[in-house]
């Protein structure tokens, strides 16, 4: 702050402009840069050498230095030049400031992770929470020790609120989210469980026998209704959703002691098929496989950290 200071002091003010960086606008960065050879070198062909110029165009430069600022900057006193009032004034805080810009537009882009302290915040389906959770957690804290997750629902309202930049990333299912960058993860595939032992594995599972069942419907939002009863729509069947859990855990736990039966996740269900005790098969409708997208805003494009985040969530997803 002290070097934008003193450039702010010897620049604008001595040029007579009323603001710290309106004048910039009218002015030639490639005029500056000159002219900080020209004041460093004290010799045309010098400063044109440094500069990769022809004596020409350097000397053209002085001169229009010299007219931007109403001063002759340089003063011949015999055989050489020599630095006017103004310019020995301007040098240092000129060179300063030019470094100063130059370190702006041309440190590299680097991110050191062990020195990240953020807390990244995702909406997430139950699905994406349980799948994709644990393997982001695992990369972030080997890699960024110093940053938390907190996961909350994918609900109505996720994708408002990422807009309004109370969230980072929402992973939810596949739709048109307008104002915000998106991703299509991955495809997951249906399967059906019912406890060991169910009275339904016993012969073959049309879809009738299917639908006489009680379902279980896992669904945040209270909806009884989705893809399993459209399948049977076609069919001109219909089911009943006796049990609605906002949780594919709590979903399959009372499936393991009932003659419920749950239709969901394939990955879902191999992680718990044993522990639990449950039978999986596949449903006798044909069910197309449900879609996860990935949601951001177009602000945190560039965002470093948050570009590592979101390729971790690629990679557990794939």
Same mark, same amino acid.
């Given at each position: 702050m002290?070097?934008?200071?003193?450039l702010?002091c010897?620049?604008?003010?001595?040029?007579?402009? +009323?603001?710290?960086?309106?004048h910039?606008?009218?002015? +030639?960065?490639?005029?500056?840069i000159a002219?900080?050879?020209?004041?460093?070198?004290?010799?045309?062909?010098?400063?044109?050498?440094?500069?990769?110029?022809? !004596?020409?165009?350097?000397?053209?430069?002085?001169?229009?230095a010299?007219?931007?600022?109403?001063?002759?900057?340089?003063?011949?006193?015999?055989?050489?030049m020599?630095?006017?009032?103004?310019?020995?004034?301007?040098?240092?805080?000129?060179?300063?400031?030019?470094?100063l810009?130059?370190s702006?537009? $041309?440190?590299?882009? $680097?991110?050191?992770?062990?020195?990240?302290?953020?807390?990244?915040?995702?909406?997430?389906?139950?699905?994406?929470?349980?799948?994709?959770?644990?393997?982001?957690?695992?990369?972030?804290?080997?890699?960024?020790?110093?940053? +938390?997750? *907190?996961?909350?629902?994918?609900?109505?309202?996720?994708?408002?609120?990422l807009?309004?930049?109370?969230?980072?990333?929402?992973l $939810?299912?596949?739709?048109?989210?307008?104002?915000?960058?998106? !991703?299509?993860?991955l495809?997951e595939?249906?399967?059906s469980?019912?406890?060991?032992?169910?009275?339904?594995?016993?012969?073959?599972? $049309?879809?009738?026998r299917?639908?006489?069942?009680?379902?279980? *419907?896992?669904?945040?939002?209270?909806?009884?209704?989705?893809?399993?009863?459209?399948?049977?729509?076609?069919?001109?069947l219909r089911?009943?959703?006796?049990?609605?859990?906002?949780?594919?855990?709590?979903?399959?736990?009372?499936?393991?002691?009932?003659?419920?039966?749950?239709?969901?996740?394939?990955?879902?269900? !191999?992680? *718990?098929?044993e522990?639990?005790?449950?039978?999986?098969?596949?449903?006798?409708?044909?069910?197309?496989?449900?879609?996860?997208?990935?949601?951001?805003?177009?602000?945190?494009?560039?965002?470093?950290?948050?570009?590592? *985040?979101? +390729?971790?969530?690629?990679?557990a997803?794939?």
């Amino acid at each position: 702050m002290k070097q934008l200071q003193v450039l702010q002091c010897h620049v604008c003010i001595q040029c007579r402009y +009323d603001g710290p960086v309106e004048h910039l606008a009218g002015l +030639d960065a490639n005029l500056l840069i000159a002219l900080d050879a020209l004041l460093a070198e004290q010799h045309v062909g010098r400063a044109a050498r440094r500069l990769g110029l022809s !004596e020409s165009a350097t000397s053209h430069a002085l001169a229009r230095a010299r007219r931007h600022f109403d001063d002759p900057l340089l003063v011949r006193v015999g055989r050489k030049m020599t630095l006017s009032d103004r310019a020995r004034r301007m040098a240092p805080s000129l060179r300063a400031g030019l470094e100063l810009v130059a370190s702006a537009v $041309t440190t590299p882009a $680097t991110l050191d992770l062990g020195e990240v302290r953020r807390v990244v915040r995702i909406a997430a389906t139950d699905f994406a929470h349980s799948v994709l959770g644990p393997v982001l957690w695992r990369a972030v804290s080997q890699a960024a020790p110093g940053v +938390d997750l *907190v996961f909350s629902p994918a609900n109505a309202v996720a994708l408002d609120l990422l807009r309004q930049g109370e969230l980072d990333v929402v992973l $939810t299912r596949d739709r048109r989210a307008k104002g915000l960058r998106y !991703e299509l993860l991955l495809e997951e595939a249906f399967v059906s469980m019912v406890r060991r032992g169910h009275p339904v594995l016993a012969g073959r599972i $049309t879809a009738k026998r299917f639908a006489s069942l009680g379902h279980v *419907v896992v669904n945040p939002g209270l909806r009884k209704r989705g893809a399993v009863d459209a399948a049977l729509g076609k069919r001109n069947l219909r089911r009943r959703v006796a049990y609605v859990s906002p949780t594919f855990l709590g979903a399959a736990r009372v499936v393991a002691q009932s003659d419920l039966v749950l239709t969901g996740s394939r990955r879902n269900a !191999e992680e *718990v098929a044993e522990p639990l005790g449950l039978a999986t098969f596949e449903p006798p409708v044909k069910l197309t496989p449900f879609r996860q997208a990935m949601y951001w805003r177009p602000s945190d494009e560039h965002d470093l950290f948050l570009s590592w *985040v979101r +390729d971790r969530i690629r990679d557990a997803a794939a």
